[in-house]
């Protein structure tokens, strides 16, 4: 076996995300498991270079980990322009995004980042053109279909158990804490919308490639964005204005006909066994799919409840469902999407989920906003670069 090095600048990689599940997660536990076996005789070993703006932060984590300190910066242009750097990753805020994207790509970087790719549509999209010019390989986050549940779904979908998809019905939310008695357990730019924060700019690009892989592209938007709490303290337990959308009701029109509705809020307590539930029904069948689990219910097994207030009710329905088999092993999702960019990088294998993708997010979220805004539907066009 050879062994080939791939140096990835990470940006934001002190952050929520960054450092769980893209540093720990998925580039250490590649490092861990003996790089990325190509199937060529060639094994792809990813060097993390650090990259943000406090030293000793970049500095501990390097130590914690084993890594080198050499591979360590707070100089992002002096980072770009080290030719050693094939792929530049950002896992910072969102509204620092869209610039450096540029500046990398202007560098020659091939481009890995976290959803949103930008925070307008023509900044998504002038992205995609600008990598494409660039003839560099690019890549969006979109790991909630490399999910156990949704990929559970996915099976019973691909195996025609549902017959006609009629409607989906997720449900997403927890009760993120104020900060004033109890720490907030998300970071305060998410409720500022002068920071890039929002539910709606936050999910919508996640529900955006959800529907679009496994039911279809998304025709028309009808959404309604709402402030619920509108005083959060801060990192500092300073008192501060939300500014930002915290739960969003939204419709979604798909091109096979099915209709999709899903609730995202941080003001809403779990009553779910999951902190994400889609639930599917088709003519045939229906179920009820989370992060982990998946749960089924077919036609023939379906009950026959009879309105009736007087009486208790008669029968447990959520026992009356069967749980998906795992029928396999499931990678941690962000993982497995790292593992399929680094291929398509080093072996030019397809992969669709790149900044084109990510812009279809992006304008979900802004038709989602603007419908909100103004109280309408709005048709979800087609995009091309
Ligand atoms: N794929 C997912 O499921 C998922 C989930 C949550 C967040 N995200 C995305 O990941 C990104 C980071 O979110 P997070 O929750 O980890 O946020 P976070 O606040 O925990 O982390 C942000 C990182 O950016 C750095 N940062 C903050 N301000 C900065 C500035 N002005 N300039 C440069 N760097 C700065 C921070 O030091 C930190 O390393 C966001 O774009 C968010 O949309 C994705």
């Given at each position: 076996m050879t062994r080939k090095t791939v140096r990835i600048a990470m940006?934001?990689?002190?952050?929520r995300m960054g450092y769980r599940q893209h540093l720990v997660r998925s580039i250490l536990a590649l490092r861990e498991q003996g790089g990325l076996d190509l199937g060529d005789g060639t094994v792809l070993w990813p060097e993390p270079v650090l990259v943000g703006r406090r030293e000793h932060a970049l500095r501990e984590l390097a130590d914690r980990h084993g890594l080198d300190q050499a591979n360590v910066s707070t100089d992002v242009d002096a980072v770009l322009a080290d030719?050693?750097?094939d792929i530049f990753f950002d896992a910072a805020m969102?509204?620092?995004?869209e610039d450096l994207l540029k500046k990398a790509i202007a560098a020659g970087k091939h481009i890995y980042t976290e959803k949103p790719s930008a925070t307008s549509l023509d900044g998504a999209l002038e992205l995609a053109r600008l990598a494409n010019a660039a003839g560099i390989k690019h890549g969006v986050v979109?790991?909630?279909?490399?999910?156990p549940g949704l990929l559970k779904l996915k099976r019973l979908i691909d195996g025609g158990f549902f017959g006609r998809i009629l409607s989906v019905r997720g449900e997403f939310g927890y009760w993120v804490f104020e900060g004033d008695w109890q720490e907030a357990q998300?970071?305060?730019?998410?409720?500022r919308a002068e920071d890039g924060g929002g539910i709606v700019v936050d999910m919508f690009p996640h529900w955006e490639y959800v529907l679009h892989e496994l039911f279809g592209r998304v025709k028309s938007v009808t959404a309604l964005a709402a402030t619920h709490i509108p005083q959060r303290w801060d990192e500092q337990s300073k008192p501060y204005d939300a500014t930002a959308d915290d739960a969003a009701y939204g419709i979604f029109e798909l091109e096979s006909g099915a209709i999709a509705q899903i609730n995202s809020s941080w003001a809403v307590r779990v009553n779910r066994d999951e902190l994400v539930e889609f639930q599917v029904d088709g003519t045939e069948g229906s179920a009820v799919a989370g992060l982990r689990n998946c749960r089924a219910q077919h036609r023939s097994a379906t009950p026959k409840p009879v309105w009736n207030p007087d009486i208790p009710v008669t029968e447990s329905f959520r026992e009356q469902w069967q749980e998906v088999p795992d029928n396999g092993e499931f990678d941690n999702g962000f993982k497995v999407q790292w593992e399929l960019f680094l291929r398509h990088v080093a072996l030019d294998e397809p992969y669709h989920w790149d900044l084109l993708a990510g812009a279809r997010g992006v304008q979900l979220a802004e038709l989602g906003l603007k419908s909100s805004a103004e109280g309408r539907r709005y048709d979800v066009p087609e995009l091309t670069l």
């Open positions: 940006n934001g990689v002190t952050g030719d050693s750097i969102t509204s620092t995004r979109q790991d909630k279909i490399f999910l998300r970071p305060s730019w998410n409720y």
